[in-house]
T-cell receptor
Framework: EPEVTQTPSHQVTQMGQEVILRCVPISNHLYFYWYRQILGQKVEFLVSFYNNEISEKSEIFDDQFSVERPDGSNFTLKIRSTKLEDSAMYFC????????????????FGEGSRLTVL | GDSVTQMEGPVTLSEEAFLTINCTYTATGYPSLFWYVQYPGEGLQLLLKATKADDKGSNKGFEATYRKETTSFHLEKGSVQVSDSAVYFCALSDRRGSQGNLIFGKGTKLSVKP
């Protein structure tokens, strides 16, 4: 069964360091997403990506965050200068979106990458 | 803005007990409603969904009915199993039919004891 894979599963970093979280969405999917969940809080939408550009982003997704699809298979989330409050579980997701509609198909999530900022 | 509120956990039940996890929402327009489940060590998986009022979503013995009058989408299962132990997330999408940009509740952890 196709799945979304994320690496690393857990990363510990020092405040101010750059972090890159990697995701491999399902191969024929067209829409990609990052969500995060701070411990004990809600899962929150960060950003959506389609056709090699950001289609929507939340207030959380400030200038410290960026996303990229560098090679047609990976989808990365970069945090330029991590803060303590960036500690969270980050989930990547993808949806088929065939026909140009994100509404088609099921949203598939990865297992998450836990980021701990010290 | 739109929001989802679900009952606080954790919920601990014995096998074969009846399960209800409450979920209420606040939204303008006509949201689609979802329940996602996260088993230990895995990602979130869609459990069931409903896209309009009075729709009932069902899967794996779980059911939830989209109640517009009470703005609720409570999850129920008549007889839980140990394998149902997981975290359950209620979510809504404020775009008709779209599942991409979701608003989640905090999640409810369910533990089922043999």
């Amino acid at each position: 069964e196709p799945e979304v894979t994320q690496t690393p599963s857990h990363q510990v970093t020092q405040m101010g360091q750059e972090v890159i979280l990697r995701c491999v969405p399902i191969s024929n999917h067209l829409y990609f997403y990052w969500y995060r969940q701070i411990l004990g809080q809600k899962v929150e939408f960060l950003v959506s990506f389609y056709n090699n550009e950001i289609s929507e982003k939340s207030e959380i997704f400030d200038d410290q965050f960026s996303v990229e699809r560098p090679d047609g298979s990976n989808f990365t989330l970069k945090i330029r200068s991590t803060k303590l409050e960036d500690s969270a579980m980050y989930f990547c997701a993808s949806i088929s979106g065939q026909g140009g509609l994100a509404g088609t198909g099921e949203l598939f999530f990865g297992e998450g990458s836990r980021l701990t900022v010290l | 803005g739109d929001s989802v509120t679900q009952m606080e956990g954790p919920v601990t039940l014995s096998e074969e007990a009846f399960l209800t996890i409450n979920c209420t929402y606040t939204a303008t327009g006509y949201p689609s409603l979802f329940w996602y489940v996260q088993y230990p060590g895995e990602g979130l998986q869609l459990l069931l969904k409903a896209t309009k009022a009075d729709d009932k979503g069902s899967n794996k013995g779980f059911e939830a009915t989209y109640r517009k009058e009470t703005t609720s989408f409570h999850l129920e299962k008549g007889s839980v199993q140990v394998s149902d132990s997981a975290v359950y997330f209620c979510a809504l999408s404020d775009r008709r039919g779209s599942q991409g940009n979701l608003i989640f509740g905090k999640g409810t952890k369910l533990s089922v004891k043999p």
